[in-house]
């Protein structure tokens, strides 16, 4: 359920939905043929983005492995899982999903790795650019948010909100 319409229903518990409460619902509902069609086909073209970003990631950062254990597969699995949960992130449509499921948590996880967040933010900005360059402009547009989100967490020392 989208993290909207549960914060929606929750807020009118005991009465009846609002009009504006009614067309938020609505224009939700609507929007959801068009995520699901953009979920698949970031869906079926994970595999290439994915090999694409890491491959670019060892020639541009080819000291990377040297003192890591298994560096580019961890590499290609964090990637992954934030690509799957911005996906998911536009099925909802809500970009906070991301903070609340993996970005807060990965930026510990690889700040306690010691990977800076130079590296981060040159990963996640090629993950945005690979993906641009794959996906229709329009299933894009819905994802960019939440690639732009996770390059933001992901790449900053600082905390955001």
Known sequence: MSIRVQALTQAAEGRYLTQDERKALRDYAASVPSRLNAAESIEAAESDVLNRVVDEMRKRHPNFATHREQPWARLFRDVQLVLRTCTHAVVCDDVRLLDERVLYWLRSV???????????????????????SKLSSSDFAMLKPMLDRAAAVLGSDELQS
């Open 110 to 132: 690889a700040a306690a790795a010691g990977v800076p967040t130079s590296f981060q933010n040159d990963c996640y900005s090629l993950l945005r650019d690979v993906c641009a």
